[in-house]
């Protein structure tokens, strides 16, 4: 029961171009998103989250954008940098029910081309 | 400020053997959460201590079982070892849900390899 999906295993652009990066879940008692982003022998790092009482989230080049009625999430990175190269987790929880159990996705590995 | 720290970074265990790893949470946070990264996939969640008792358990067999000592550092004990149990477990720092937010800090995991 794969309660979290990230649909695309793969993404690439060009550098200084726009990274989209997209999850959908179906839990809609999810109400706290988060993404990860993961480089090859460490662990997650935290990027970026989202309340459900939001619909946007912005940090420097990260903006998350939440669609409760569709139980999407995106992830858009502006403008995109060859560091940004990585595996992308998002990440979803119940932290009002007290409970901090993340959810993950698959992970979308994104390749900014310089 | 240390974040989180897990070791060893390496393990190579033979089948039915146990196996113990460790977890210093980032200073401030008291929750520990395991997971268990297979490859290509995402972290699945093992189980979460705080106040030294679980408190909320994934769908792992119980030869998966940790402890949480005083310092707010945790073990994960996995038994019996199996093929399959080869992954990379990570363990997150968090503060508890409600105390502040919610954002769990990860460690560099430790990869274990059952042969």
């Known amino acids: 029961d794969q309660q979290v999906k990230q649909n695309s295993p793969s993404l690439s652009v060009q550098e200084g171009r726009i990274s989209i990066l997209n999850c959908d879940y179906t839990n809609s008692m999810f109400d706290y998103f988060l993404w990860y982003k993961k480089y090859p022998a460490e662990g997650p790092t935290f990027l970026i989250s989202?309340?459900?009482?939001?619909d946007k989230n912005e940090d420097g080049r990260f903006t998350v954008f939440l669609n409760k009625s569709a139980k999407h999430l995106s992830l858009h990175i502006v403008p995109s940098q060859p560091g940004d190269s990585a595996v992308y987790f998002c990440a979803a929880s119940r932290p009002s029910s007290n409970t901090g159990k993340l959810i993950f996705g698959q992970g979308t590995t994104l390749q900014v081309k310089p | 400020d240390a974040g989180v720290t897990q070791s060893p970074t390496h393990l190579i265990k033979t089948r039915g053997q146990q196996v113990t790893l460790r977890c210093s949470p980032k200073?401030?946070?008291?929750?520990v959460s395991w997971y268990q990264q297979a490859l290509g996939q995402g972290p699945q969640f093992i189980f979460q201590?705080?106040?030294?008792?679980?408190?909320q358990r994934g769908n792992f067999p119980d030869r998966f079982s940790g402890h949480q000592f005083p310092n707010y550092s945790s073990e994960l004990n996995v038994n019996a070892l199996l093929l399959g149990d080869s992954a990379l477990y990570l363990c997150?720092?968090?503060?508890?849900?409600?105390?502040?937010?919610?954002?769990?800090?990860f460690g560099q995991g430790t990869r274990l390899t059952v042969v």
């Open positions: 200073s401030g946070h008291d929750t």
């Open positions: 201590y705080y106040e030294e008792e679980e408190r």
């Open positions: 997150a720092s968090s503060l508890f849900p409600g105390q502040g937010t919610t954002e769990a800090f």
């Open positions: 989202i309340s459900s009482i939001k």
